[in-house]
């Protein structure tokens, strides 16, 4: 699959996410893949806060993660975040790396849905795509 755009948070692994051997607790690499999200949708002009207050949330529909390798106690690594998807829903798929090796392969999937209503929607706010589109080479690859 080709991806439309390539995003990278460097983070690292902090005390309060491991376990007492050193290592990362599973529930905490969602947390990783949220921070880089919410670092993407800012990087655009497009975050979280301007979801909202244009009237809409992104909830997760979906998400899948295969974990590979253990992070641990003082590891930097790397989440990369691959834009799949964003005019109907908003898919990214990710990397967690660690000195160039996968730790951690995810996906998730987030629809739109208006703060006033219950139903999902199956378009992104034209605010959003525009934002996406601005992105070199996106428009380009979404239309091919």
Same mark, same amino acid.
């Given at each position: 699959?080709?991806?439309l755009?390539t ?8 005390f309060?996410?491991? %376990?007492?051997?050193? @290592?990362?607790?599973h529930?905490?690499y969602?947390?990783?893949?949220? +921070?880089?999200?919410? /670092?993407f949708?800012?990087?655009i002009?497009y975050?979280?806060r ?7 949330f992104?909830?997760i529909?979906?998400e899948?993660?295969?974990?590979l ?5 003082? %590891?930097?690594?790397? @989440?990369v975040?691959?834009l ?6 908003? +898919?990214?798929?990710f /990397?967690i790396i660690?000195?160039?090796?996968i730790c ?10 208006p703060?006033?209503?219950?139903e ?6 034209q ?10 080479g996106v428009s380009?690859?979404?239309?091919a």
């Amino acid at each position: 699959m080709s991806h439309l755009y390539t995003f990278e948070s460097h983070q690292k692994v902090q005390f309060y996410d491991c %376990d007492p051997m050193g @290592v990362v607790w599973h529930g905490n690499y969602l947390k990783y893949l949220e +921070v880089a999200r919410g /670092e993407f949708l800012d990087f655009i002009g497009y975050g979280y806060r301007r979801i909202r207050d244009d009237g809409n949330f992104f909830p997760i529909v979906d998400e899948r993660m295969k974990y590979l390798h253990s992070l641990r106690l003082g %590891d930097e690594f790397t @989440v990369v975040v691959y834009l799949d998807e964003y005019v109907n829903r908003l +898919v990214h798929s990710f /990397e967690i790396i660690r000195d160039g090796e996968i730790c951690v392969k995810a996906k998730t999937v987030q629809v739109c849905l208006p703060v006033s209503g219950s139903e999902l929607s199956f378009f992104m706010p034209q605010g959003f795509v525009n934002a996406v589109e601005a992105l070199p080479g996106v428009s380009e690859k979404a239309g091919a």
